[in-house]
């Protein structure tokens, strides 16, 4: 029989196991829901003026606006279609 730590210990284990589970399953979603989004922008001047402009509200961190610069440009160009 195992003593109480150890089964405080397994079942510390688990947890860590079912959170890094539950975090992965996490990002998949996120990316899954950015990619369908960024498609549908992308074949819609609308939507394409609309999520370039959200994005460039919330996103405020100088890396993030350097890496979204080529997806901002053709958000732009899609948009620019509907004038």
């Given at each position: 029989?195992?003593?109480?730590?150890?089964?405080?210990?397994?079942?510390q284990?688990?947890?860590?196991?079912?959170r890094?589970?539950?975090?992965?399953?996490d990002?998949r979603?996120?990316?899954?829901?950015?990619?369908?989004?960024?498609?549908?922008a992308?074949?819609?001047?609308?939507?394409?003026?609309?999520?370039?402009?959200?994005?460039r509200?919330?996103v405020t961190?100088?890396?993030?606006?350097?890496e979204?610069q080529?997806l901002?440009?053709?958000?732009?160009?899609?948009a620019?279609?509907?004038?």
């Amino acid at each position: 029989m195992k003593t109480l730590e150890q089964q405080i210990a397994s079942t510390q284990s688990k947890l860590a196991r079912l959170r890094t589970k539950k975090k992965a399953s996490d990002t998949r979603v996120k990316i899954v829901v950015g990619a369908v989004v960024t498609k549908a922008a992308l074949e819609s001047p609308h939507a394409a003026a609309k999520l370039a402009a959200l994005l460039r509200e919330r996103v405020t961190r100088d890396l993030d606006v350097k890496e979204l610069q080529p997806l901002l440009s053709d958000l732009d160009e899609k948009a620019a279609q509907d004038e």
